[in-house]
């Protein structure tokens, strides 16, 4: 009986250890609940995967060190008919440079992109409106930053069936970025009145997540990969790029 004691002792120990942290963090008294946090079926090396896609989706339609460097995958976990790991639906990043939209986040930048290729005419997929918004109910989103609250409410209303995180709200706090003091689980938690459920995968590959928010307001912190520092602001700019303007002088 050694065996599924041990188990059991092992998740107690993991749900003090969430619990505890999440006291600490915040400030409502809102517990993340179980049926946010249920335990993940999913691999964690496809989750791995998939965050990695998230953030590379950043250098595929930006700059792999865009400022705000928020990217995003949309994935089909049901469909695993050509990769076990599930299939890609739809990626984004954030556009509020690029659209000069303030609301255009990488996470509603995502969601605008997916019903998009769900619904086009002549896309993979041929949607009407109504069968692509019942279809988010079947999609994960991966985004390499927590949701804000607008976003995360924004992935409550779509209906998705799963959103994974990288880096925390609270880290993008400590490295200097200003947010909106919500977590999450916060506004998932409060949102069970609507249809289905939304499970949450917080702090997945936070190690490279991390780094994509960690040098926007630390100078001494490197650059991601394929950027350095340049410019009067000595900010990251794309390694490639410098080099045209250079050329063009
Ligand atoms: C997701 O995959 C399932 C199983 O293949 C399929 O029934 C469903 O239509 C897919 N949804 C989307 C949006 O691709
Ligand atoms: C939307 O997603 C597709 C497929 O992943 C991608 O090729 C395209 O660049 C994305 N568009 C935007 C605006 O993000
Ligand atoms: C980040 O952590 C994961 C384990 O969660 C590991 O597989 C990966 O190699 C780490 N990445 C880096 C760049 O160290
Ligand atoms: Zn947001």
Redesign the pocket.
């Known amino acids: 009986m050694l065996y599924p004691l041990s188990i059991l002792s092992l998740l107690l120990l993991a749900l003090i250890h969430l619990t505890h942290g999440h006291n600490q963090r915040h400030s409502h008294g809102l517990q993340p609940s179980q049926q946010i946090l249920s335990p993940d079926s999913i691999p964690y090396q496809t989750r791995v995967f998939w965050m990695r896609k998230a953030n590379a989706a950043l250098a595929e339609?930006a700059s792999p060190c865009p400022f705000g460097a928020f990217g995003s995958v949309v994935v089909n976990h049901t469909d695993t008919s050509s990769d076990p790991k599930g299939r890609?639906v739809?990626?984004?990043?954030n556009q509020n440079m690029q659209k000069g939209n303030p609301t255009l986040h990488g996470e509603i930048?995502e969601i605008n992109?997916c019903s998009e290729?769900l619904t086009a005419p002549d896309g993979d997929y041929r949607l009407s409106t109504s069968e692509a918004l019942k279809a988010f109910s079947k999609l994960s989103l991966y985004t390499n930053a927590e949701p804000c609250p607008m976003c995360a409410s924004a992935i409550r209303w779509s209906g998705f069936a799963e959103c994974i995180y990288g880096t925390s709200i609270e880290t993008l706090v400590d490295k200097g970025w200003g947010q909106i003091s919500i977590y999450s689980y916060e506004v998932f938690e409060e949102s069970t009145n609507l249809p289905g459920r939304t499970k949450l995968v917080p702090d997945v590959l936070a190690n490279e997540t991390d780094p994509f928010f960690s040098w926007q307001f630390d100078p001494q912190y490197s650059c991601p990969k394929g950027c350095v520092r340049t410019g009067e602001d000595k900010s990251c700019q794309e390694i490639e790029r410098r080099f045209d303007r250079e050329l063009r002088r």
């Open positions: 339609l890609l739809c990626m984004s990043v930048s992109n290729i």
